[in-house]
T-cell receptor, first 116, second 113 residues
Framework: AQTVTQSQPEMSVQEAETVTLSCTYD???????LFWYKQPPSRQMILVIR??????QNATENRFSVNFQKAAKSFSLKISDSQLGDAAMYFC?????????????FGTGTRLTIIP | DSGVTQTPKHLITATGQRVTLRCSPR?????VYWYQQSLDQGLQFLIQ???????AKGNILERFSAQQFPDLHSELNLSSLELGDSALYFC????????????FGSGTRLTVV
């Protein structure tokens, strides 16, 4: 079974600064997908960014980028120019590429606080 | 609006009771996933339905059951409720090729008193 670990329960960053959230995962599969989801106080789950394991290029979405290290099974999220609206819980998630095993496996989350 | 509709948004009920949570997936999505999020915890996968059939099962209690109807909406039935069942229950939907992630509903907050 796959597991996802987020070792930072809480992080804080000054507004306009850069912060990196860590995520590691354990799998014996070679093909899979990784995601970062954001959960603001509204509790809505919002997809931030995704990465395909077979792609070496790190995904980017505006101020959000990832550092995907497949051999190390590491998938960190970098948020640049942090804004007050970035304050939320951030969840790392894993999805197998195997047919019939499409569920998302989540980490326990990192609570990000933005300091004005 | 994510396109995934969950009702009700809030539910308060007593121990021992039974409740039904409803989810309408985004148009065109065939898969429905149910997740449970206890207070300040991660999301635990309960069960997946694909086009009316059960596809995968997670840590779902025997007191819980689900089904997906021909119109693709899904219901999660929780019975003999206990205090520990209080949680946020999410439904997510995905298309035939859901490699782009799933769309989540806004959740149902269940409080068992």
């Amino acid at each position: 079974a796959q597991t996802v670990t987020q070792s930072q329960p809480e992080m804080s960053v000054q507004e306009a600064e850069t912060v990196t959230l860590s995520c590691t995962y354990d799998t014996s599969e070679s093909d899979y997908y990784l995601f970062w989801y954001k959960q603001p106080p509204s509790r809505q789950m919002i997809l931030v960014i995704r990465q395909e394991a077979y792609k070496q290029q790190n995904a980017t979405e505006n101020r959000f980028s990832v550092n995907f290290q497949k051999a190390a099974k590491s998938f960190s999220l970098k948020i640049s120019d942090s804004q007050l609206g970035d304050a939320a819980m951030y969840f790392c998630a894993y999805r197998s590429a195997n047919f019939g095993n499409e569920k998302l496996t989540f980490g326990t989350g990192t609570r990000l606080t933005i300091i004005p | 609006d994510s396109g995934v509709t969950q009702t009700p948004k809030h539910l308060i009920t007593a121990t021992g009771q039974r409740v039904t949570l409803r989810c309408s997936p985004r148009s065109g999505d065939l898969s429905v996933y149910w997740y449970q999020q206890s207070l300040d915890q991660g999301l635990q996968f309960l069960i997946q339905y694909y086009n009316g059939e059960e596809r995968a099962k997670g840590n779902i209690l025997e007191r819980f059951s689900a089904q997906q109807f021909p119109d693709l909406h899904s219901e999660l039935n929780l019975s003999s409720l206990e205090l520990g069942d209080s949680a946020l229950y999410f439904c997510a939907s995905g298309g035939p090729d859901s490699t782009y992630g799933y769309t989540f509903g806004s959740g149902t907050r269940l409080t068992v008193v």
